[in-house]
Antibody
Framework: QITLKESGPTLVKPTQTLTLTCTFS??????????VGWIRQPPGKALEWLAL???????RYSPSLKSRLTITKDTSKNQVVLTMTNMDPVDTATYYC???????????????WGQGTLVTVSS | DIVMTQTPLSSPVTLGQPASISCRSS???????????LSWLQQRPGQPPRLLIY???NRFSGVPDRFSGSGAGTDFTLKISRVEAEDVGVYYC?????????FGPGTKVDIK
């Protein structure tokens, strides 16, 4: 049974750096084809993909946010960490992490999602 | 970037009646490996997104068979054969063929 859970601050000030942790179970990020991504959703708005890290440490970022994002993994702890620098009120959103499997038998979609964590950016 | 569009953006439906959502991509979603990585997600009110359909037409584990996906290339459709009350929510198409990964704007399905 695959589960993911996001954790981090609920409130950050403008210009601060946000650090979010995704703790997962039911799969290993050392298994070929497996990845964990981050997606966010501003209140009442659509989903936006942010970043993705694969089992082989390949990392992909949204071009529009690439300069502000860093994604890392700790395989031994079953965790993926996303940092976003220079936070702004427009970054207020629910942040989700999700599992992806690009192996031949995988869905290649984001097939398991965490519950999300709401981050508010305000002074 | 591949831009995903959806129509309609809002769909009031009658319980027990069918519903259909269209999704169009700005370029072909056929990957170099021959697969088309178009998926559909459901987001019920207050809930995280849930995968319904992957690779155009494959239902994910636990998804009722009243949900079906079809299409090819740049045009795709999600159909609900008979809408139930639990189907209320926002439906997103998403392409995972090419980076950056992109979502459609969402279609809100509610009951008339």
């Amino acid at each position: 049974q695959i589960t993911l859970k996001e954790s981090g601050p609920t409130l950050v000030k403008p210009t601060q750096t946000l650090t979010l942790t995704c703790t997962f179970s039911g799969f290993s990020l050392s298994t070929s084809g497996v990845g964990v991504g981050w997606i966010r959703q501003p209140p009442g708005k659509a989903l936006e993909w942010l970043a993705l890290i694969y089992w082989d440490d390949d990392k992909r970022y949204s071009p529009s946010l690439k300069s502000r994002l860093t994604i890392t993994k700790d395989t031994s702890k079953n965790q993926v960490v996303l940092t976003m620098t220079n936070m702004d009120p427009v970054d207020t959103a629910t942040y989700y992490c999700a599992h992806r499997n690009i192996a031949a038998a995988g869905t290649v979609a984001f097939d398991y999602w965490g519950q999300g964590t709401l981050v508010t950016v305000s002074s | 970037d591949i831009v995903m569009t959806q129509t309609p953006l809002s769909s009031p439906v009658t319980l027990g009646q069918p519903a259909s959502i269209s999704c169009r991509s700005s370029q072909s979603l056929v990957h170099s490996d021959g697969n088309t990585y178009l998926s559909w997600l459901q987001q019920r009110p207050g809930q995280p997104p849930r995968l319904l359909i992957y690779k155009i037409s494959n239902r994910f584990s636990g998804v009722p068979d009243r949900f079906s996906g079809s299409g090819a290339g740049t045009d795709f459709t999600l159909k609900i054969s008979r809408v139930e009350a639990e189907d209320v929510g926002v439906y997103y198409c998403m392409q995972t063929t090419q980076f950056p990964l992109t979502f459609g704007p969402g279609t809100k399905v509610d009951i008339k």
